[in-house]
């Protein structure tokens, strides 16, 4: 694994990690009127407008094809407990139900449930209505939804056969949603005459009830992390499983999607060669209604291309990308067990901009110890040199064995503890990354190990060789005196080399 600090591309979800995570209901399109969401003064609108078998449909959809729960607290207030998405479309289902006064779509009987699934953007379920018919209700995707749909439902509760000019009018509904950068979702319903058997429920022959625009705002400071992320030469991409609109909105608006920025829909993903893909990932941004699969094989790609990626994730099916990736990144909150089993690192707040701080630190620890590598390097190789030479000329090391004990366990010790404890700065944030084949010993550090090293032997090779005339010492104790002040001279070269590594040089 890399550190944190070297990542090129970060793999982002968008959910929870580039928004909010709080979900609630913008607009909806019902029996062809569309109409923003403000609570109860559009339920009341909703309720003079609409008939109430359309009204009853609505709210049996909502509240029977649901894996969230209503739970009525002591103090009387209803606490949903359940994902984000469905929570938006319970309180949307609240609002409606309090003012309509009716609770009759609860009087259902769920006969088989088709959980959400991941391939095929749905949940289904069938149910035995109070009076004896037997009905599916499906959600999910609104684009996948309208394709399972030849009806829709009018405002007298009429089912009315959907056109082709129809279905072309509500896709662009679904298009203005989505570029509004809302998540869109579609609910339908089927009569049926018995219960199918099989685990599979019928994805035909349904009737469109209405299509939900939901907002889920992008949390504040993303732009400015994504522009400090591009300023770090750190590549971002979306992934997410939302429509292209919606996903390029999103993106636009984060700062990911720039105009020569590529976004493309998963299906296309998929239909590419492993060739095809390494010319195309380069430029792309965003990858929408992506599977699990095509999260993996993009990190597949983007290692073997020599990137170092990072990837965020918070679902069980996020686990093989959070693997395969050089640093893996899962949320703390959101995060199922499995993805932070699979990660290297857990953002405990869910927060885009946190990961900046992961960046930030990993690039800190791996410049620290840099700096620590060339200044324990440049003490030992002039301590060694100067001892050799003098051993090899002299007969005699000016530095005894104690001396450089000292050394060791003084001055590299607190040495150490300044240059590997110095904390991140902005600055670290405006050099390149560290690519997966450069060395951890850099040309530059080469270098300002060879120019001390060198500074320094020729320093203390005059005070050995000429010390005593240069200092006019005499007497017994000259040759005491000299070694005791090449100690002390080479402890303060020392010094200085701390001093300048210290430095915000643009090596570092």
């Not at 729960?69 to 309090?98: M, Q, S």
Request: hydrophobic fraction near 40%; include cysteine.
């Amino acid at each position: 694994m890399r550190d944190d600090g070297s990542s090129g591309c970060i793999c982002t979800d968008k959910t929870g990690t580039l928004t909010t995570n709080r979900m609630v209901v913008d607009k909806i399109w019902i029996c062809d009127e569309t109409k923003s969401f403000r609570n109860k003064e559009t339920s009341e609108h909703l309720k003079a407008t609409l008939s109430r078998e359309v009204i009853l449909s609505l709210l049996q959809c909502i509240f029977q094809n649901s894996g969230s729960e209503v739970v009525r607290g002591k103090d009387g207030r209803n606490t949903i407990l359940g994902t984000p998405t469905e929570t938006a479309l319970l309180e949307f289902g609240l609002d409606l139900e309090g003012v309509v006064d009716t609770t009759e779509h609860r009087d259902c009987t769920k006969l088989k449930v088709e959980p959400f699934n991941s391939v095929k953007k749905k949940m289904s379920v069938i149910v035995s209505l109070p009076d004896g018919r037997v009905r599916a209700f499906c959600k999910g995707a609104s684009e996948i939804t309208l394709q399972m749909c030849d009806k829709v439902l009018n405002h007298e509760g009429n089912v009315v056969p959907l056109s082709e000019k129809k279905i072309r009018s509500i896709s662009d509904v679904i298009n203005l949603f989505a570029n509004d950068a809302l998540r869109t979702l579609s609910l339908a319903y089927k009569d049926m005459d018995e219960v199918p058997e099989g685990d599979e429920i019928s994805t035909d022959g349904y009737t469109l009830i209405a299509v939900f625009g939901i907002k889920d705002p992008v949390r504040p400071g993303v732009r400015e992390a994504v522009q400090t992320c591009i300023s770090a030469g750190i590549t971002v991409r979306m992934v997410t499983g939302d429509n292209i609109n919606t996903a390029k909105a999103i993106a636009r608006e984060c700062g990911i999607l720039t105009d020569d920025g590529l976004a493309i829909d998963g299906s296309e993903f998929r239909s590419k060669s492993p060739e095809e893909l390494k010319n195309l990932i380069p430029k792309l941004q965003v990858m929408a209604r992506s599977l699990p699969l095509d999260k993996h094989t993009l990190v597949t790609i983007l290692r073997s291309m020599g990137e170092v990626v990072a990837v965020t994730g918070d679902g069980t099916n996020d686990a093989p990308a959070l693997h395969e990736a050089d640093i893996g990144l899962a949320m703390g909150i959101a995060g199922t067990e499995v993805a932070k089993e699979n990660a290297d690192v857990i953002i405990l707040d869910d927060n885009f901009t946190t990961i900046i701080n992961v960046a930030k630190w990993g690039r800190a620890v791996y410049i620290n110890i840099q700096k620590f590598v060339q200044f324990q390097l440049t003490v030992n190789v002039v301590a060694l040199m100067t001892n050799f030479v003098s051993a090899c000329t002299v007969g005699n090391a000016p530095l005894t064995a104690v001396q450089l004990l000292w050394v060791n366990m003084i001055m590299d010790t607190l040495g150490a503890l300044a240059l590997a404890t110095e904390p991140p700065n902005d600055e670290m944030m405006k050099r390149p990354p560290t690519g997966r084949g450069e060395n951890f010993i850099t040309k530059y550090m080469w270098r300002n190990i060879t120019g001390q090293s060198i500074y320094q032997l020729v320093v203390l090779g005059v005070l050995m060789f000429d010390g005593k005339r240069l200092l006019k010492l005499s007497g017994s104790d000259a040759d005491i005196i000299l070694s005791t002040f090449i100690f002390n001279t080479f402890v303060f070269c020392q010094v200085l080399i701390s001093s300048t590594l210290n430095m915000k040089f643009k090596y570092f």
